[in-house]
């Protein structure tokens, strides 16, 4: 893409100038709209090392509130980074809804450079290339504006940089390895530069190469640019967007209502089989530790099922050092002000760990669907969001164990009552307790469709007949280890 | 500490297994009121290696709802850690209200590692001390209840214990070099181990030493003194801490009234100099990078003294990766909930960077004095535990410069009138000015004793005169350049 642009005309010195007075105008006036109307923004700048990248950051930012703006640079991977999914150092950075987001580089300058150096094979590659199309789909299907740029030099002009730099005292630092490196492998820089941006070139986050070799006509190009998106994104804003067929493939699973509730288990036969399962669980947690294997393990179901009690006996085997307990209640302001998985991609276990989820992601297609959260739009589309973000897990290695804690509406209603009548239990039990379960017929539905369309063959739901809470307990116990055991022996 | 210790003696199986039921009871009780009373649980656990830390954890959460408690191993230092001061990684891992967070060892092992093995000097070792007994004070006085438990072992019972785990496969890793290490080394361990908690056992935040040859009688121990300790927090929820008498060196400030504001600056003079000082501050700002100072610039002054105007002419002369503005809003639910330093720790900058603040830590003193959002107590003691934060960010090495932006009452007026009438000024005034107007007199009597009780030697305020933009934006400029060059030079 990089090899085919050809550079548009320079303006006069004067034009600049003027439409640069125009442009910075119109962006200081589009950033209260932006606040207004709680468009989340990112910017993205990527390019030649000494292609000016910081400074254009520094000029464009001149004319924004700083309560409104982030510059985020890239920064070398930390320890904590290596042992993340991928995409993970760069979703937990995205804007909060009417915010700007400025990456001084992000995923781009990681995936060329890994590619540049061969330290990820092909196919490593085009998995990564899929993950971005999808991460930058998602962020721009959910209200995102998303703008790339690419600012180009030749390598003339670079070679005349780094000289420069180099010759002060103050800015050599500035120079860095990777800057010679490029300048040597120019034409070898170009085609991997120039393959990335035709394959993440999308109609929804398109790639602006920007022609750097003047100072000030960068700036122009940028921000006449950028205030355009911006026009676009602030009329687009309460837009339908398309849903996308689901491409990942789905295991056949019961409707609620077929599920045969009747199953228990003996005091004793528990009691043994618990003693027996937590042992073998507890030995499977130290090797998954040394093998550095992510586990997440997601629990949803009905008010007072028993996931409290059901997740009690897998931590009860894990060493606390190994594992942590999620407990999701609705969304903090700033977590709200994110794409809905921000707050899930925040929490994601290191390699060698797990992270157990008392409810979910999957609150989008169940309280936020019911309840009014969020659009039709955006809950029909979520479905196909989660499938690609349990995929993102899944190719990173982590094993994924969903569970599906299910009782009948009878005995849920005999555990509220004892909960209520049980003075140390009251606070187990609130009103919205109550009034969710007069919509359980509307959860039944969703619940059932949302296990229709999201149990991938890689992340199926598990359905726990929790009515006896003992049979149920040992069930998940029973999956538990056999998920972990499928990937360590 | 650890010498003179005795161990008391181990009653019967029996015995422990009826003290165990009964104190496990008792934390489950108190868990709700910890909720309720919103009390914030700091429980550390320190110990010998092999010791059983993390079992001992591990027993204790069984006790507790996911909901209410968190378990967080120390990890090795991260880069990003390293650039930050010492406490950093400790103050920002702290409970909120109502929560508990169990630490799997903390800073005491990180200070007796590096005394160990000699990487820090003795004054930097008394430094550490110091800081620990002031980050813990100020916890304590804050509300926080902090329990600190040493797990004790003897050689012969740790070489049992490495023995064991070396013995399975599974468990080899789980015996470090640092196990070997202290082995080896029991006796100067023991000397360096005793000595740190001799010099950190104070009353409002005691070491307890557990006696951890046994696994239930350890647990029992542990529970019975944490069960205490609660019952006696929740009693004292509502005390009055005494108010420690600032040991740092003040400087003489004059009073708010008594500094003249006829200072003014030419048009043209202005933009001569605003263009000098910002090219070197421009420089400077390479050189601190390089040089690895950390910078803190902290902006208060009253509504519309110029604040935003000013910080831009200082981050105009910057480049976008060595800095980040922070404006400081009321906090959010999150933040609110913990220490109200909170939330300045976890913004404060690498080294090497510039964070530049608007609005600060000083709200305390301020606008959580006068609207009542703090206890008298509590904002009293603020400024002794403030002039204790800039301490310890001083002793880091970092520049701390603290801007008072100085109006009269009349100004003021003129430029919220000029903001309500401006069409395109008018969302920089809402209600809250106009009453905060009303307040001027309270408020000026706060900031006046503010200045006074905040001024230290290390940190002291400096007047910007802002009746006259530019005067005050020259002047910030010169005071930033003065200061860096102060150590960089």
Same mark, same amino acid.
């Given at each position: 893409?990089?090899?085919?642009?050809?550079?548009?005309? %320079?303006?006069?010195?004067?034009?600049? %100038?003027?439409?640069?007075?125009?442009?910075?105008?119109?962006?200081?006036?589009?950033?209260?709209?932006?606040?207004?109307? %709680?468009?989340?923004?990112?910017?993205?700048?990527?390019?030649?090392?000494?292609?000016?990248?910081?400074?254009?950051?520094?000029?464009?930012?001149?004319?924004?509130?700083?309560?409104?703006?982030?510059?985020?640079?890239?920064?070398?991977?930390?320890?904590?980074?290596?042992?993340?999914?991928?995409?993970?150092?760069?979703?937990?950075?995205?804007?909060?809804?009417?915010?700007?987001?400025?990456?001084?580089?992000?995923?781009?300058?990681?995936?060329?450079?890994?590619?540049?150096?061969?330290?990820?094979?092909?196919?490593?590659?085009?998995?990564?290339?899929?993950?971005?199309?999808?991460?930058?789909?998602?962020?721009?299907?959910?209200?995102?504006?998303?703008?790339?740029?690419?600012?180009?030099?030749?390598?003339?002009?670079?070679?005349?940089?780094?000289?420069?730099?180099?010759?002060?005292?103050?800015?050599?630092?500035?120079?860095?390895?990777?800057?010679?490196?490029?300048?040597?492998?120019?034409?070898?820089?170009?085609?991997?530069?120039?393959?990335?941006?035709?394959?993440?070139?999308?109609?929804?986050?398109?790639?602006?190469?920007?022609?750097?070799?003047?100072? /000030?006509?960068?700036?122009?190009?940028?921000?006449?640019?950028?205030?355009?998106?911006?026009?676009?994104?602030?009329?687009?804003?309460?837009?339908?967007?398309?849903?996308?067929?689901?491409?990942?493939?789905?295991?056949?699973?019961?409707?609620?209502?077929?599920?045969?509730?009747?199953?228990?288990?003996?005091?004793?036969?528990?009691?043994?089989?618990?003693?027996?399962?937590?042992?073998?669980?507890?030995?499977?947690?130290?090797?998954?530790?040394?093998? %550095?294997?992510?586990?997440?393990?997601?629990?949803?179901?009905?008010?007072?099922?028993?996931?409290?009690?059901?997740?009690?006996?897998?931590?009860?085997?894990?060493?606390?050092?190994?594992?942590?307990?999620?407990?999701?209640?609705?969304?903090?302001?700033?977590?709200?002000?994110?794409?809905?998985?921000?707050?899930?991609?925040?929490?994601?276990?290191?390699?060698?760990?797990?992270?157990?989820?008392?409810?979910?992601?999957?609150?989008?297609?169940?309280?936020?669907?019911?309840?009014?959260?969020?659009?039709?739009?955006?809950?029909?589309?979520?479905?196909?969001?989660?499938?690609?973000?349990?995929?993102?897990?899944?190719?990173?290695?982590?094993?994924?164990?969903?569970?599906?804690?299910?009782?009948?509406?009878?005995?849920?209603?005999?555990?509220?009552?004892?909960?209520?009548?049980?003075?140390?239990?009251?606070?187990?039990?609130?009103?919205?307790?109550?009034?969710?379960?007069?919509?359980?017929?509307?959860?039944?539905?969703?619940?059932?469709?949302?296990?229709?369309?999201?149990?991938?063959?890689?992340?199926?739901?598990?359905?726990?007949?929790?009515?006896? /809470?003992?049979?149920?307990?040992?069930?998940?116990?029973?999956?538990?280890?056999?998920?972990?055991?499928?990937?360590?022996?």
């Amino acid at each position: 893409m990089l090899k085919e642009w050809e550079k548009s005309e %320079k303006p006069s010195e004067e034009e600049i %100038k003027a439409r640069l007075e125009a442009v910075k105008e119109k962006l200081a006036r589009q950033q209260l709209l932006i606040k207004e109307k %709680k468009v989340p923004v990112l910017v993205v700048l990527e390019g030649w090392g000494t292609a000016g990248k910081g400074y254009a950051i520094g000029q464009i930012i001149q004319n924004i509130d700083p309560r409104f703006f982030k510059v985020v640079s890239m920064q070398k991977k930390t320890e904590d980074d290596k042992r993340k999914p991928f995409l993970y150092r760069h979703f937990v950075k995205i804007p909060e809804a009417g915010q700007f987001v400025f990456l001084d580089t992000a995923w781009m300058d990681e995936i060329t450079e890994e590619r540049l150096h061969g330290t990820i094979s092909e196919d490593v590659y085009a998995n990564r290339i899929e993950s971005v199309r999808r991460f930058e789909r998602q962020l721009t299907d959910n209200g995102y504006l998303v703008m790339k740029f690419f600012l180009h030099i030749s390598k003339k002009e670079q070679s005349r940089r780094i000289a420069q730099l180099e010759h002060q005292k103050d800015t050599t630092w500035r120079v860095s390895k990777k800057d010679l490196w490029q300048n040597e492998h120019y034409e070898k820089c170009m085609d991997v530069f120039s393959g990335y941006l035709k394959n993440t070139n999308m109609p929804s986050a398109p790639w602006y190469i920007i022609d750097a070799k003047s100072r /000030k006509w960068t700036e122009v190009q940028i921000l006449e640019t950028l205030t355009q998106g911006i026009e676009i994104a602030l009329s687009n804003h309460q837009m339908v967007v398309p849903l996308l067929q689901n491409v990942f493939p789905l295991k056949k699973m019961p409707l609620l209502c077929d599920i045969p509730l009747d199953k228990c288990m003996e005091e004793d036969v528990y009691k043994k089989e618990l003693k027996q399962l937590q042992q073998r669980l507890g030995e499977l947690h130290n090797r998954l530790y040394r093998k %550095k294997v992510p586990v997440i393990i997601a629990y949803e179901g009905w008010d007072a099922a028993g996931k409290g009690g059901n997740i009690k006996r897998i931590t009860g085997a894990l060493d606390p050092r190994g594992y942590e307990v999620h407990p999701i209640a609705s969304p903090e302001p700033h977590e709200k002000a994110r794409h809905y998985l921000w707050r899930f991609w925040t929490r994601l276990p290191r390699t060698g760990h797990i992270a157990i989820f008392d409810r979910t992601w999957y609150g989008r297609v169940m309280v936020e669907r019911l309840e009014g959260f969020c659009s039709e739009n955006d809950w029909m589309r979520a479905y196909n969001e989660i499938n690609e973000f349990e995929k993102e897990l899944h190719d990173w290695g982590a094993v994924i164990i969903k569970f599906w804690v299910q009782i009948d509406k009878d005995t849920q209603l005999a555990r509220f009552t004892d909960r209520q009548n049980t003075p140390e239990k009251q606070w187990k039990i609130t009103e919205e307790d109550w009034r969710n379960r007069d919509k359980w017929d509307a959860y039944e539905g969703a619940v059932n469709e949302m296990i229709q369309k999201t149990s991938t063959t890689y992340a199926p739901w598990h359905i726990l007949e929790s009515v006896d /809470k003992k049979y149920a307990r040992i069930k998940a116990l029973r999956i538990v280890i056999a998920e972990l055991e499928k990937v360590l022996d």
